[in-house]
């Protein structure tokens, strides 16, 4: 809901909190600075930051220039914490107000910007402490994966696996004397030695051999099963990959490959070849049921392929408060300690950017986005179909060009795939319309708060959906007058109140249709007579045989 003008009063008379932050910032504001602001209020339940406003009271509205327009700030701040975090721009007598509204993160959880964690601290911020952000993560209860398993040695652990994280983190951190390290010595610095050089349950998903596993957490395994078609009964290969995550990850991105069918389409002399399972959303997919799967329950990872549509099931429920509606714009790392080990090596995010690049993939390649039906308090179901829907939205993805595709978010791709499937787009979605439009992605249709936006003309003709270009485009500037004078002539001297006109040009509100007139009246092509609702409208040669008690 947009905030008042009466809302900016009340909070112009309230004190600066860990809930509430003024800034006057009349010429501009410190990118970097709004980022750790936006950390320190989300880690301290969430607030606003007005900027405009002069910090002292009685504060006062100075306007501010910073961070103009506010949509290409909001989609800076998604992309670099992975959060939405709305940005609202008033326009008041006194000045231009920029307000930032920063969500509460979630229980168990806290926001960091490259690796700090910050807090309020008077007018300034500070580091959070070691054990706030234990008491932080412990609101939800332990993390199982941070926990030793009782029994288990390194004996348990397959060396090979080890070696391949050990390699994989040097070349991720551009320190090569890791590749020197010890298996014990890896293990610790990677804090998957816990308590003493226990080995945690984290090290075991990871690195665990067959025999390991089985006798101290047989329900880290995964379950790979291809079916040929939806009919019930055995699968037609079958195979149960009970190790460490390290030592079948490649094995099993071949097993699908082996029947990833290309799917091949012509555009001119364009030939598109694409796979029906890309290898970085699949691989993301098993990363993310691997990494926040509820280790604490019995059953198995399933990753089920067919011949277009590959499902990963795992067990446990989605976190507290992700919903499938903001799981892109929220992370909530079920099993901390193996999904930081996981980022030392560069398989996934701390950020959580995984169903991002998932999202993503599809778009470009005109599949239907991931899917997460089905999912339930007992499992997470996510499909990732492989059909091309549209070759030609593929290839007018592919003429934007690789340097502008790098620059989209997530959010500009969403909007993207909303207006080719002629989907209503949320709130933050419009907001990446304007800068959709200036790469040429999208066509302005009107100015202002009246604007829309279609795809552009060349995506329809790829189509062969001219039509429905021009019919979502509507009548270009010229065509809208012809048929008011049109109109106006098949009424000779009757002439035609506005309301007819209206009737002429359904599509467009009653200030563009009056706009129009006046453009025709100020051309000498048309005259009114009457006021207000008598009015009657005429071409002019027509009004002169209109007697003169009608003027």
Known sequence: ?????????????????????????????????????????????????????TDKRPRSIVGTQAFDPPERTEAGLHQRLGHRIPVEELL??????????????????????????FKRAGDDLAALSGQELREMFAETGPDFSAQPCPGATLADLEPTSIALFRERWAQKSGDTRRRELSDLQTLRD?????????????ALILFGTRTGLTRWLAQAELVFEYRS???????????????????????????INLRNDRQSYQDDFFRMDLPTFDEVPVREAIL???AHRDYRLGGSVFVRQFAKRLEVV????????????????QQYPRNRRLAEALGRCGLIERSGQGLNLMMESAVRQGKPLPSFAGTAAHEVRLTLEGGVRNPAFVRFMERLGEETLRSFSTLDYLALECLQQGRPLAPQLLDRLPALAEVGAVETIGRGKTAKYILVAALYASLGSKGTYTRKRGLDHGTNKALLLQHLKDQGEAGAPLSEFRQVLPTLPMKAVQKLLEELRNEGVINVLGQRRWAR?????AAVFKPTGNT
């Open 537 to 541: 409208w005429y071409l002019s040669d």
């Open 314 to 329: 795992s067990p446990g429920g989605l976190p507290p408060g992700i919903t499938p509606e903001n799981i892109i714009d």
């Open 190 to 202: 990677a804090e998957l030695m816990v308590d003493g050089d226990q080995v945690s349950y984290a």
């Open 288 to 290: 993310n049921a691997v």
């Open 229 to 255: 078609s939806e009919s019930a009964g055995p699968a037609a290969d079958r195979e149960e990959y009970r190790a460490g995550f390290f030592a079948w990850q490649d094995a099993l991105w071949k097993k």
């Open 1 to 53: 809901m947009p905030t008042s003008v009466a809302q900016l009063q009340q909070w112009l008379l309230e004190p600066e909190g860990q809930r509430l932050e003024f800034k006057e910032a009349k010429q501009r504001y410190d990118f970097e600075k709004l980022l750790k602001y936006c950390v320190a209020m989300a880690n301290e339940g969430g607030g606003t930051i007005v900027l405009g406003v």
């Open 92 to 117: 008041l007598p006194e000045g231009r107000v920029l307000i930032v509204h920063v969500p509460p993160r979630l229980p168990g959880t806290a926001w960091e910007i490259d690796g700090r964690y």
